[in-house]
């Protein structure tokens, strides 16, 4: 494989360094591009271009290795290599994330793979595992820890009393981090990869307008004080899972963790992802969700995994029965508001477990369902908070999967 690569930051760098630790991979880097020609590199320029077309119209480069932050010139990039019958491997999960159904439709049409197994939980192989283990074994619901960054950030500022922003810096220095942290504190970063992840384990294509994300941004000081009186934890925690009548939930909320549940203890920089099946109950992954070694990693498994033609086939996709994506989830939640609100707030729960009021604000907690939840936060932004408690849903049985099995 003779490899052209787009980008040498914190992962392009790392892959280079993995390539040369990995002797009996046939895979050679004939050529880097970059944007910056002033930047200063571990490595000499005549390694480099600037012209992205010096790689895309060489006949000898074989595969295209796709590690830029920016999701728009990826795209531009990664669709041009696939027209040109190259391979691409590709960490972008915006990009992926955006542009699913034409990406698959190019593949298809030009008979070429793209993988992207870095692109969602780094060093955790999520989506090969969704693609082909769960081929048959019906999965019920995936729910999981998969953005490093905030993970990194709710453990030092919870555990270790670290500023927001002193959290934030470290994650940013230490390369995990996106170029805008926004994308990760908001919970953008991790509704993309939900998305990627929803496809290859349901075989729905969503839209990212169409999943429900809460960042770690606004969780403040009250809820704080709740989870660790309770001894809970605060996870950023990205969740799928089927519903009545061919539904399917989705969506990327802060969640209180007890002790008992198996995200508890993934801290750092690690992401945790729990799949939940009809008929093999449940399966926990856990491993390094950023980083230049770990995510290169993935990559280089993609890499690997080209040399014996590897491609996703999307199964699912192929097979889905009319899914949609519902909003009627009832979920538990704690919402914190701004004190005068409270009575217009209670009216839009089904159920309030308990109030509580100070002089300023207070907060709620009951069952309200996911479309009153967007509702409150369109209409009341950062003068809410919402921390998922749990899922109040009926789990399916063994016995209804059965009926449930595709043909
Ligand atoms: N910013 C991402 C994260 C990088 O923190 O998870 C890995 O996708």
Known sequence: ????????????????????????????IKNICVKDKNKQREIGPENFTYDKNDILNDDS??????????ADAAYEIVTAALKKGKAVVSANKKMVAEHFAELLQLQREYNVPLLYEAAACASMPIIRNLEEYYDNDLLDSIEGIV?????????????????????????QDLGFAESNPILDTGGFDAKYKLQILLAHSFGYIATPDEIFNLGIDNIGELELKYAKEKGLKIKLVAQAFKGADN?????????????????YNVDDVFNGVLTKTYFADTHFFVGRGAGAYPTASAVLSD????????????????????????????LKVLLRHQKDDAEALK?????????????????????????????LQQQYGTDVSFILINVVKETKSASTAQVAVPA
């Open 1 to 28: 494989m003779n490899i052209g690569l787009f980008g040498f930051g914190v992962v392009g760098h790392g892959l280079y360094e993995v390539l040369q630790k990995t002797p009996g991979l046939q895979a050679t």
């Open 61 to 70: 480069i074989n595969v295209v290795v796709e590690l830029i932050d920016d």
């Open 147 to 171: 953005n490093g960054s905030t993970n990194y950030i709710l453990t030092k500022t919870f555990s270790e009393n670290l500023s927001y922003a002193d959290a934030l810096k470290q994650a």
């Open 247 to 263: 539904t399917i939930s989705a969506f990327v909320t802060p969640k209180f963790v007890t002790p008992e549940d198996r995200l």
């Open 303 to 330: 890499i690997s995994a080209l040399s014996y033609d590897y491609r996703y086939e999307y199964k699912k996709i192929l097979r889905q029965e009319n899914l949609s994506l519902s909003n009627d989830a009832e």
């Open 347 to 375: 009216l839009k729960f089904n159920t309030v477990e308990e109030a509580y009021l100070n002089n300023s604000e207070g907060y709620i907690t009951g069952d309200i369902t996911l479309n009153n939840l967007k509702q």
